[in-house]
């Protein structure tokens, strides 16, 4: 079994190269189309690197299969898209401003989030404040923004199953998250006050 900490090396190495392809197939539709929903869509990713390396040290960490497959899949889906010629269902423009509003919400729940990111399920401390005062996962809920204004923006059939896959993937892991944090008293009290997952009043 691999050590912890080279466990950890290799998520963080695996988290840099899927960017790293995302950056070379956004910036090369960048440069031939002009488009910018792409490269919010690559904003939002950026953080997940970031954070990535400043991270704190988990209490508890889940390990189970089931967390470690929609965590793989919620993380390699983003990469996986792919900007085409195809004609978005509505002008770029549209969709642009879509994808801000979504980053601007991964942005929030990343500041609140600080050095508490990480990318299994795992106790990193409870975080209360900003976004997650309206939602349990807003971070998620605005990768699921950003994804389907990149999904109207370049609508074809890869892009349609990336994104169903990755993002029933992503709110999977979303709830075995609260599973692993419902046996700390302070984020049962704090599920007690915030009760939506990702969308207000929906879910």
Same mark, same amino acid.
């Given at each position: 079994m691999l050590? @912890?900490?080279?466990?950890?090396?290799?998520?963080r190495f695996i988290v840099g190269l899927l960017f790293a392809l995302m950056c070379i197939n956004i910036f090369a539709d960048?440069?031939?189309? #002009?488009h910018?929903?792409?490269?919010?869509?690559?904003?939002? @990713?950026?953080?997940?690197?970031?954070?990535t390396i400043v991270r704190r040290k988990a209490?508890?960490?889940?390990?189970?299969?089931?967390?470690?497959?929609?965590?793989?899949?919620?993380?390699? #889906? !983003?990469?996986?898209?792919?900007?085409?010629?195809?004609?978005?269902?509505? !002008?770029?423009?549209?969709?642009?401003f879509v994808s801000a509003l979504g980053l601007t919400v991964v942005i929030l729940g990343k500041i609140a989030l600080?050095?508490?990111f990480g990318? =299994?399920?795992?106790?990193? #401390?409870?975080?209360?404040? #900003?976004?997650?005062?309206?939602?349990?996962?807003?971070?998620?809920a605005g990768y699921l923004v950003t994804h389907v204004a990149f999904l109207v923006a370049h609508p074809t059939t890869w892009n349609v199953a990336v994104v169903l896959v990755a993002d029933s993937a992503l709110i999977l892991r979303a709830l075995i998250e609260e599973r692993v944090l419902a046996s700390d008293r @302070?984020?049962? =009290?704090?599920c007690q006050r915030v009760g939506w997952h990702l969308v207000p009043l929906v879910f």
């Open positions: 050590h @912890e900490h080279t466990r950890d090396l290799i998520a960048v440069a031939r189309t #002009g910018v929903t792409g490269l919010l869509l690559l904003a939002s @990713e950026s953080l997940v690197v970031l954070l209490r508890i960490v889940h390990r189970s299969f089931a967390a470690a497959a929609t965590t793989t899949l919620s993380l390699a #889906g !983003p990469p996986l898209l792919r900007a085409t010629m195809t004609p978005g269902l509505v !002008p770029d423009v549209a969709t642009a600080g050095r508490s990318i =299994a399920p795992a106790n990193r #401390g409870i975080v209360a404040r #900003g976004p997650y005062n309206v939602v349990r996962h807003p971070i998620y @302070e984020y049962r =009290a704090y």
